[in-house]
T-cell receptor, first 109, second 124 residues
């Protein structure tokens, strides 16, 4: 079972919006709307940002949003801030197992 | 307040068995709708899901590692234990345990609280 495919890196300037894609297959992302997104700063544990495709946990900024089309899920961050610079990972349920993406490094220019 | 903390050896030799303990507080694994998972991350690499155990002792494993993994719980001690047999240098990673998010509709298939992680190095 392969990892979900994410771009290795994305970048944007403060105030801009960026989107990170997460491409899976009909066995995971395409079948289940159960993608979660995690933010990880260097040396820190991951933090849940989005679950069930588009829901935000309490305390997560509404600048973060999630969506899905076909086999691809997306995380959009609007109004980029310096503190958003981090690694981002998607994760999908795949029927009794879970699979993570390869991770995307977000650089805020 | 939910907290989790991983503990175990920092160094294991190839072919040895790794035993990691996740000690948690703020919830009970005897309560319906609770789960604890294990995820690892090799240095500089991506997260990898390993295993999950629910309050009812339902267990899930990564298919690629299933033959080497065992996850158990001790509700009296508020602990979850992960064992991994036949360790190899490629298993060098930070191992995290995490609390399963559960909502009104049931399992939210995500992890809302994570431990700080414990780095395990496999080397002779």
């Amino acid at each position: 079972q392969s990892a979900l495919t994410q771009p290795a890196s994305v970048s944007g300037s403060p105030g801009q919006s960026i989107t990170i894609s997460c491409t899976g297959t009909s066995s995971d992302v395409g079948t289940y709307n159960l993608v979660s997104w995690y933010q990880q700063h260097p040396g820190k544990a991951p933090k849940l940002m989005i679950y069930e495709g588009s829901k935000r946990p309490s305390g997560v900024s509404n600048r973060f949003s999630g969506s899905k089309s076909g086999n691809t899920a997306s995380l959009t961050i609007s109004g980029l801030q310096a503190e958003d610079e981090a690694d981002y990972y998607c994760c999908s349920y795949a029927g009794s197992r879970e699979v993570f993406g390869g991770g995307t490094k977000l650089t805020v220019l | 307040q939910i907290t989790l903390k991983e503990s175990g050896p920092t160094l294991v030799k190839p072919t040895q068995t790794l035993t990691l303990t996740c000690t948690f507080s703020g919830f009970s694994l005897s309560t319906s709708g609770v789960g604890v998972g294990w995820i690892r991350q090799p240095p500089g690499k991506a997260l990898e899901w390993l295993a999950l155990i629910y309050w009812d002792d339902d267990k899930r494993y990564s298919p690629s590692l299933k033959s080497r993994l065992t996850i158990t719980k001790d509700t009296s001690k508020n602990q979850v234990v992960l064992t991994m047999t036949n360790m190899d240098p490629v298993d060098t990673a930070t191992y995290y345990c995490a609390h399963r998010l559960w909502g009104p509709g049931g399992d939210c298939y995500s992890y809302d609280y994570w431990g700080q992680g414990t780095l395990v190095t496999v080397s002779s």
